[in-house]
């Protein structure tokens, strides 16, 4: 599956950001999701994902109640609805999917595919 990330920019400390992804190549509803983040000089981190279904989401701590992942497989797309962002939420931000054997939530950085990221900088 081919994924395209877009929605990244330039947003003040408490702003909010939509990212989007867009997929195409493959039946998207066939794979889980999920936003991975890499900061300048770190490695790249797990940040949402979502089920095959839509059904299940999972987050990590550091963004849970801020930002809420989504999906429409009508329309191959995934989201990342940030808000009440803060500087250290600056990083590139990637999209990944990965084929859903179950109908679980895949909470790690081992994706399958990736798309091209796009950068979210959160200013103080």
């Known amino acids: 599956v081919q994924l395209q990330a877009s929605g990244g920019g330039l947003v003040q400390a408490g702003g909010s950001l939509r990212l989007s992804c867009a997929a195409s190549?493959?039946?998207?509803?066939?794979?889980?999701m999920g936003w991975l983040s890499q900061a300048p000089g770190k490695e790249r981190e797990y940040v949402a994902g979502?089920?095959?279904?839509?059904?299940?989401?999972n987050y990590a701590d550091s963004v849970r109640g801020r930002f809420k992942i989504s999906r429409d497989n009508a329309k191959n797309t995934l989201y990342l609805q940030m808000d009440s962002l803060k500087p250290e939420d600056t990083a590139v931000y990637y999209c990944?999917?990965?084929?859903?054997?179950?109908?679980?939530?895949?909470?790690?950085?081992?994706?399958?595919?990736w798309g091209q990221g796009t950068l979210v900088t959160v200013s103080s």
């Open positions: 990944a999917g990965r084929y859903a054997y179950s109908s679980g939530v895949y909470v790690d950085v081992n994706y399958s595919y």
């Open positions: 979502i089920s095959a279904s839509g059904i299940r989401t």
């Open positions: 190549g493959r039946t998207f509803s066939n794979y889980a």
